[in-house]
């Protein structure tokens, strides 16, 4: 597979060993931008007890930002590395914490099961 970068950098041109197809797949920073505000983990991720990171919320809604900047075009090329590796830290802190929330999920639906409830059943 050769992977190639869009114009807009949110987007990768992927050409699979079939002659001729190719397919534009979303990159990191685009997928994470995307995701539904519901997804929000309740739980810091590892190493931000201090401050150092920002909230998932306010992660997210700066990376949405920044794509947006990074989509309407315009920038030289130096802010838009810039902006890409402010993306990059941004993505890695809301999938932290997404990661987070899912590892909080399955220890609840875990002691659910072990306190012999049904895995459908209310908590």
Do not use: N
Request: proline share 8%; charged share 30%.
């Amino acid at each position: 597979m050769t992977v190639h970068r869009a114009p807009s950098a949110l987007y990768v041109l992927a050409t699979s060993s079939p002659p001729g197809l190719t397919a534009l797949r979303p990159t990191r920073l685009a997928r994470v931008a995307a995701r539904s505000k519901d997804d929000a983990g309740a739980e810091p991720p590892a190493g931000s007890q201090d401050g150092s990171r920002p909230p998932y919320e306010q992660a997210r809604d700066e990376l949405i930002e920044l794509v947006k900047r990074l989509e309407a075009g315009g920038l030289t090329l130096e802010e838009s590395l810039q902006l890409w590796e402010r993306g990059e830290q941004l993505a890695a802190i809301c999938e932290d914490w997404l990661e987070g929330a899912r590892a909080r999920l399955a220890t609840a639906l875990a002691r659910r099961e072990d306190a012999g409830r049904e895995p459908g059943a209310p908590f």
